[in-house]
């Protein structure tokens, strides 16, 4: 995602308290990109922590994602805000 050359977003990571090094990776991700949120609290399941970050998010569009998700190449939100302001036109 950081690697995107569409730069206004936000990345949310909602973590549901993981024992593995989540957090001390996601810091130092955060020391350089500003635009990483981190939750780490328990919660009930992958939805619970979708519905979390709907409430905690300031987007008008979301994008959800896995742990070891991708996205297929740099522009693919560029590409995908292009086609979805193109359809809010019409």
Do not use: P
């Not at 300031?58 to 590409?79: E, I, P, R, T």
């Amino acid at each position: 995602v950081l690697q995107q050359t569409f730069s206004d977003y936000e990345i949310l990571i909602m973590d549901g308290l993981s024992t593995d090094r989540t957090k001390i990776i996601v810091k130092q991700y955060q020391s350089t990109n500003k635009n990483i949120h981190f939750y780490s609290e328990e919660d009930k399941g992958i939805y619970d922590a979708m519905n979390k970050g709907i409430n905690t998010s300031n987007a008008s569009w979301l994008y959800f994602m896995g742990s070891d998700d991708y996205l297929f190449d740099a522009d693919v939100l560029k590409k995908y805000i292009t086609m979805s302001m193109k359809e809010c036109m019409k």
